[in-house]
């Protein structure tokens, strides 16, 4: 049986779902999107996310075309109609259709709104799936990225590299700077203190990495919010990256150069544990509405 898509208030089979070819998401990637990971049948941070989503929108000048308690239902139903478990929420809002492809906006827009599920596991993963390598690029991105924009071109190939020579995931880099992995906030730790780049438009304010950073609060953790150079990555002892499909990911080699013994390193693994029992306080809120 097909997932179930919803677009512009209709649940459709996903082989159903479509938008109009003028849609300027299509045309401009004039949008915003968010994802949400899904655990239990459970929206994980959804709160943080729906916060999000509102700041990207008022940075286009754009209005949701639904309230968020509406918003809130549609998720909702779309996990229940989908039977998700486990996996992660996909939505976007565009300025919708342009009847004759100007840059400028329309008039009066009506916006557009589509939603999907994934199901993959993100919870509890085998030690395996905890070891990925990374590889660094040029970030040849615009300067706002601040906004959760859906115009993802320069991620995508710079992702696509990735894959090509065998890492997981790329961090991306300007005047030799880490900036923030491909779909994902860059960690390293030295001297058992958490280095991550400082939460401006040359980042996206990462949910996840928003949740960990306060989970760093609360365990009296060392944390350093600076830029860290790629040759500090390399000697670094442990590295992770954050976002909400794969919650804290150790990293075991960046640019084929293995960091600490080329395992996940124990601090890692401890905030990945507290990230779980974060995740996981969702669904006991859940059970007892």
Not at 148 to 172: R, Y
């Amino acid at each position: 049986m097909s997932d179930i898509a919803y677009v512009n208030g209709k649940f459709l089979d996903i082989n159903d779902a479509k938008v109009s070819v003028k849609d300027r998401g299509l045309l401009f990637g004039d949008g915003v999107y968010e994802v949400a990971g899904v655990i239990e049948g459970v929206l994980i941070d959804n709160a943080a996310h729906l916060k999000r989503l509102e700041r990207s929108l008022h940075s286009i000048e754009l209005e949701l075309p639904l309230t968020i308690n509406k918003l809130i239902e549609v998720q909702k139903e779309i996990i229940m109609l989908n039977s998700l478990k486990e996996g992660t929420l996909y939505f976007h809002v565009t300025r919708g259709e342009s009847q004759n492809r100007e840059f400028e906006f329309p008039e009066a827009p009506t916006a557009s709104i589509v939603m999907f599920v994934q199901h993959k596991k993100i919870f509890h993963l085998t030690q395996d799936k905890l070891r990925a390598k990374v590889m660094t690029l040029p970030d040849l991105r615009w300067k706002r990225r601040d906004i959760k924009s859906i115009a993802l071109l320069a991620q995508v190939l710079a992702k696509q590299t990735a894959h090509q020579n065998g890492c997981d995931e790329v961090w991306m880099y300007e005047d030799n700077f880490v900036t923030e992995g491909g779909s994902s906030n860059a960690f390293i730790i030295k001297d058992n203190k958490l280095i991550s780049r400082k939460n401006n438009e040359t980042i996206l304010s990462g949910i996840t990495r928003q949740a960990v950073l306060k989970l760093v609060q609360q365990e009296s953790l060392l944390f350093d919010e600076r830029p860290f150079t790629i040759e500090e990555a390399y000697h670094s002892s442990e590295a992770f990256y954050t976002s909400a499909s794969v919650f804290v990911m150790p990293v075991i080699s960046i640019d084929g150069k293995i960091i600490g013994d080329g395992n996940p390193g124990p601090l890692t693994l401890k905030l990945r544990n507290l990230y779980e029992n974060f995740a996981k306080s969702f669904i006991n809120q859940e059970n007892n509405n």
